[in-house]
């Protein structure tokens, strides 16, 4: 039996490494190991709780936004701290502006690589390729002579033997299926989305005075309103803001949809692979009214199990039965030994590296293997992410949802259950960029409509002084993050922080096996996917590039004879 190792996973966030045992062509093992360290919780503890966001949110160099707001959120949760309607709907313009922007990013310049071959791109005729993208969409940059630009400057670079951004693959692998007019078709659009994405971030720009790590506070945003002054949130802004939402729709129903369309018509065998353990959840998002109205969401909140969506099953993060961290197989120790769960009000975050010194050849998958812990829902190993998303809310009947889910599988001609896969992950997250464009023009309205109104505030400073606050506060901060449910749970004690978990997408995920010996979601989509060529394992790619690993990350590093370059101390 071979073992695949690739250490590390490129185009992601952080440090991946996955271990998969081969047997006949197929993976029958996998095992996922985060390789470094996030220490933030600890960091946290004394802090003020009103800065907590300023340095929850640099957990991540990507994930900036939702760990903000999931750590502020946790906070007003303790406190009982109400946010203003303009405010909340300031911040859900801000959720699902990042949430579009980082869908596009990930299926083109992190995913699409696994599907599309870009020197084959060089042999298309622009002709064809141009009756191909008309054929799909009325976005205007399909005319013969811009695919023959196009292709001009792929040759310019291919032929320059630095394929830069274009190196580091498994080009003409046998798995790569696209005639060479969709390849090309597919590289023109990569390089457009490079340029949409620089333009459409502007909008947190505009709300957060920059990007990454925009400005928040806790009570509400950290911006004023007045449509005459040149300073504020005025007229020309929003006005600004207005201009680069329709950019972003018109790519996601222009560009991406079709894209997605076209290219898993010709990978549809992916859809019997990569399904994963087959239970989903979700925390919600874009409350509608007051952040704790969980009913009111417009990305509801729930759980599924076994892949039945005719039962949805209620989520409170907050019961100490329902969401637990197992650290059987994790480089952390627990006072109450290892094989318990703990739920996060009560999480430990200390290291205990037990893994073998680097350089190594191996995991030792029978004991600790992973910096992630591995999370559980009632004892269940659950997926997230969109592909959760837009299932609940599809159970759920949100005709928002349900109609574009229909599309896409009539499109395909497939049927509900290709969802379960990695063809399915991959056109959720594009289905979900399309439920966020069309739902930004909405609150985009909402804001002109209660500014119009006479109603600017965006601050509720009533318990922003300590002196208001209870001795001690428990709280919660839910988050759905492009990559899946994220959760905070903070403890404030006599006006600091007494206790402080975070539960990312990527841990849900990509966390190893339990003590009962479950194996986390990577792990189980792993099993059963068909490897043409070890020494290529192109397929292992694109089910882990599904799933758009983001681990979340520390900072430990070492040169390549295992010896530590640099020690960040924080007292």
């Given at each position: 039996?071979?073992?695949?190792?690739?250490?590390?996973?490129?185009?992601?966030?952080?440090?991946?490494?996955?271990?998969?045992?081969?047997?006949?062509?197929?993976?029958?093992?996998?095992?996922?190991?985060?390789?470094?360290?996030?220490?933030?919780?600890?960091?946290?503890?004394?802090?003020?709780?009103?800065?907590?966001?300023?340095?929850?949110?640099?957990?991540?160099?990507?994930?900036?936004?939702?760990?903000?707001?999931?750590?502020?959120?946790?906070?007003?949760?303790?406190?009982?701290?109400?946010?203003?309607?303009?405010?909340?709907?300031?911040?859900?313009?801000?959720?699902?502006?990042?949430?579009?922007?980082?869908?596009?990013?990930?299926?083109?310049?992190?995913?699409?690589l696994?599907?599309?071959?870009?020197?084959?791109?060089?042999?298309?005729?622009?002709?064809?390729?141009?009756?191909?993208?008309h054929?799909?969409?009325?976005?205007?940059?399909?005319s013969?002579?811009?695919?023959?630009?196009?292709?001009s400057?792929?040759?310019?670079?291919?032929?320059?033997?630095?394929?830069?951004?274009?190196?580091?693959?498994?080009?003409?692998?046998?798995?790569?299926?696209?005639?060479?007019?969709?390849?090309?078709?597919a590289?023109?659009?990569?390089?457009?989305?490079?340029?949409?994405?620089?333009?459409?971030?502007?909008?947190?720009?505009?709300?957060?005075?920059?990007?990454?790590?925009?400005?928040?506070?806790?009570?509400?945003?950290?911006?004023?309103?007045?449509?005459?002054?040149?300073?504020?949130?005025?007229?020309?802004?929003?006005?600004?803001?207005?201009?680069h939402?329709?950019?972003?729709?018109a790519?996601?129903?222009?560009?991406?949809?079709?894209?997605?369309?076209?290219?898993?018509?010709?990978?549809?065998e992916?859809?019997?692979?990569?399904?994963?353990?087959?239970?989903?959840?979700?925390?919600?998002?874009?409350?509608?009214?007051?952040?704790?109205?969980?009913?009111?969401?417009?990305?509801?909140?729930?759980?599924?199990?076994?892949r039945?969506?005719?039962?949805?099953?209620?989520?409170?993060?907050?019961?100490?039965?329902?969401?637990?961290?197992?650290?059987?197989?994790?480089?952390?120790?627990?006072?109450?030994?290892?094989?318990?769960?703990?739920?996060?009000?009560?999480?430990?975050?200390?290291?205990?590296?037990?893994?073998?010194?680097?350089?190594?050849?191996?995991?030792?998958?029978?004991?600790?293997?992973?910096?992630?812990?591995?999370?559980?829902?009632?004892?269940?190993?659950?997926?997230?992410?969109?592909?959760?998303?837009?299932?609940?809310?599809?159970?759920?009947?949100?005709?928002?949802?349900?109609?574009?889910?229909?599309?896409?599988?009539?499109?395909?001609?497939?049927?509900?259950?290709?969802?379960?896969?990695?063809?399915?992950?991959?056109?959720?997250?594009?289905?979900?960029?399309?439920?966020?464009?069309?739902?930004l023009?909405?609150?985009?309205?909402?804001?002109?409509?209660?500014?119009?109104?006479?109603?600017t505030?965006?601050?509720?400073?009533?318990?922003?002084?300590?002196?208001?606050?209870?001795?001690e506060?428990?709280?919660?901060?839910?988050?759905?993050?492009?990559?899946?449910?994220?959760?905070h749970?903070?403890?404030?004690?006599?006006?600091?922080?007494?206790?402080?978990?975070?539960?990312?997408?990527?841990?849900?995920?990509?966390g190893?096996?339990?003590?009962?010996?479950?194996?986390?979601?990577?792990?189980?989509?792993?099993?059963?996917?068909?490897?043409?060529?070890?020494?290529?394992p192109?397929?292992?790619?694109?089910?882990?590039?599904?799933?758009?690993?983001?681990?979340?990350?520390?900072a430990?590093?070492?040169?390549?004879?295992?010896?530590?370059?640099?020690?960040?101390?924080?007292?």
């Open positions: 039996m071979a073992r695949i190792v690739v250490d590390p996973i490129t185009r992601i966030e952080g440090h991946l490494r996955i271990e998969a045992e081969v047997d006949g062509g197929r993976i029958v093992r996998a095992y996922s190991s985060c390789t470094m360290w996030r220490g933030v919780e600890r960091i946290l503890i004394g802090r003020d709780p009103r800065d907590a966001w300023a340095f929850a949110q640099r957990i991540c160099g990507v994930c900036t936004t939702v760990h903000a707001y999931a750590s502020i959120r946790a906070v007003e949760d303790a406190l009982g701290i109400d946010v203003p309607p303009l405010a909340q709907a300031f911040r859900n313009l801000m959720i699902a502006t990042q949430n579009a922007h980082d869908h596009v990013m990930h299926f083109y310049h992190l995913h699409a696994d599907w599309v071959n870009v020197p084959n791109a060089l042999k298309a005729d622009p002709k064809k390729t141009a009756d191909l993208a054929a799909v969409s009325d976005w205007p940059n399909s013969e002579a811009y695919f023959r630009d196009v292709q400057k792929l040759k310019k670079f291919v032929e320059s033997g630095q394929l830069g951004i274009f190196d580091n693959a498994y080009w003409d692998h046998p798995a790569y299926k696209l005639p060479p007019e969709a390849d090309l078709l590289v023109a659009h990569y390089l457009e989305a490079l340029d949409w994405q620089r333009r459409v971030i502007r909008i947190l720009t505009f709300l957060g005075g920059k990007d990454p790590h925009p400005n928040f506070v806790v009570g509400g945003v950290p911006l004023s309103v007045n449509l005459a002054s040149p300073s504020v949130v005025n007229a020309e802004v929003l006005s600004m803001i207005k201009t939402i329709d950019e972003l729709k790519f996601v129903e222009k560009v991406y949809i079709p894209d997605l369309i076209a290219i898993a018509g010709f990978y549809k992916w859809a019997q692979w990569g399904a994963g353990v087959g239970n989903y959840l979700a925390y919600g998002e874009l409350p509608e009214g007051k952040t704790n109205e969980i009913d009111r969401l417009y990305l509801p909140r729930g759980a599924i199990l076994g039945d969506l005719q039962t949805v099953h209620d989520v409170d993060p907050k019961d100490p039965e329902q969401v637990q961290e197992s650290v059987a197989h994790s480089y952390y120790r627990y006072g109450r030994g290892d094989n318990v769960l703990l739920h996060p009000f009560e999480g430990e975050t200390e290291p205990n590296y037990t893994g073998p010194k680097p350089p190594y050849e191996y995991l030792n998958v029978e004991g600790k293997y992973s910096w992630l812990k591995a999370p559980r829902w009632r004892g269940h190993s659950m997926e997230v992410g969109p592909l959760a998303r837009m299932l609940v809310a599809y159970a759920k009947g949100k005709p928002y949802v349900k109609e574009k889910v229909d599309y896409v599988l009539q499109k395909l001609d497939a049927p509900l259950t290709a969802l379960f896969s990695t063809l399915g992950r991959t056109a959720a997250r594009a289905i979900e960029a399309w439920v966020m464009a069309d739902y023009p909405q609150v985009y309205d909402r804001i002109v409509s209660l500014i119009r109104m006479g109603d505030t965006t601050f509720n400073g009533l318990k922003w002084d300590p002196s208001t606050w209870p001795r506060a428990k709280g919660f901060g839910y988050m759905e993050a492009p990559r899946g449910a994220l959760g749970w903070v403890t404030i004690r006599d006006g600091k922080i007494a206790h402080y978990q975070c539960v990312v997408p990527s841990t849900w995920n990509g190893p096996r339990d003590a009962a010996g479950q194996p986390g979601p990577y792990e189980a989509a792993l099993e059963g996917t068909p490897i043409q060529n070890p020494e290529a192109l397929e292992l790619l694109r089910t882990v590039h599904s799933f758009d690993p983001c681990m979340a990350c520390a430990h590093i070492y040169d390549a004879q295992g010896r530590e370059i640099v020690r960040v101390r924080v007292q």
